[in-house]
């Protein structure tokens, strides 16, 4: 596929996709992610109605520039939809710019980088299980779990694709919530690492999207609901407020307990604590705390 079948996917208003990026290099896996040193191009696959399929993101100042293997346009029309969600690129973000940037903590950072938005995971179920691998550990430690995850029960491609002279084949996608629900807990315990407790986190998480019917592969099904979530074993206010950031449409989340978070703020010499100075940036805390979280990146 030539570079004329690519996808220009571009912002509605002012974009900062360094800060995209930045997260995305922060939260690449093994085995699911394969991001070029340097050239800001994202590799990965994508399940579409039961077939997974291999794009490439190349990500441009003014949005993304995305290359899907094959000619089928309903797919591709899929992938550019999940791909705009992903990277919040419909967002009315002047609104928002224009309310943290009257505040002092923000004023500088607004004027020299508009348009930092939330940057999501490609599917709700994809947010939730990698949220879930990251609790009450490091960013590392997450992504390596992760990587077992995706070694042990990746979607694997049907042949060896590729994409210009790069190899598909060790690129993998998720599992469906059904496949991944129906392996034992000890067996996920000793596949990826775990403790029990969070590997009983991760099944009941697979469970509930499996029995609510929720199809990752259109990228755009709504979290299960944060009552239903919040029953799990293992699932507190941390991570139910970082999916209502990375997965869901809530734009005023605030993860108040958050480690990267409170050493944002720890370095401010206005800020002492996170849970009171976020009131004043409602309604847009997630792009408060988005902000904040590029900060450190």
């Known amino acids: 596929m030539s570079d004329a079948d690519a996808l220009l996917l571009t912002a509605e208003g002012p974009v900062d996709m360094a800060a995209a990026l930045a997260t995305v290099r922060a939260h690449a896996i093994d085995g699911l992610h394969r991001l070029e040193a340097g050239t800001g191009t994202l590799t990965r696959r994508l399940t579409v109605a039961g077939d997974s399929f291999p794009i490439t993101l190349h990500f441009v100042p003014d949005g993304v520039a995305l290359r899907v293997e094959t000619r089928d346009e309903g797919v591709r029309s899929v992938v550019a939809a999940r791909v705009r969600r992903w990277f919040d690129l419909d967002t009315p973000i002047e609104p928002i710019d224009a309310l943290l940037g009257r505040d002092p903590l923000f004023a500088e950072r607004v004027r020299a980088r508009p348009g930092v938005r939330l940057t999501r995971f490609a599917s709700p179920f994809e947010a939730a299980v990698l949220i879930v691998l990251g609790q009450q550990v490091s960013l590392a430690a997450g992504r390596v779990f992760a990587g077992r995850l995706i070694a042990a029960h990746g979607i694997r491609p049907k042949g060896e694709e590729t994409v210009g002279d790069e190899t598909m084949g060790a690129l993998r996608d998720l599992p469906a919530p059904a496949v991944l629900a129906a392996v034992p807990v000890d067996e996920l315990r ?10 009983r986190t991760l099944h009941e998480v697979a469970a509930l999207f499996a029995e609510a ?3 990752p592969s259109t990228g755009a099904e709504p979290l299960p609901p944060r009552e239903a979530l919040h029953a799990l074993h293992g699932v507190g206010p941390w991570t139910l407020d970082c999916l209502a950031i990375r997965a869901g449409e809530d734009r005023d989340a605030f993860p108040a307990t958050d480690a990267v978070l409170r050493r944002a703020l720890a370095a401010e010499p206005r800020e002492r604590s996170a849970a009171p100075s976020a009131e004043r940036w409602s309604p847009y805390r997630s792009y408060a705390t988005a902000r904040l979280w590029a900060a450190t990146s």
């Open 213 to 215: 019917g929720i199809d």
């Open 190 to 199: 000793e596949q990826v690492g775990l403790t029990r407790g969070r590997a």
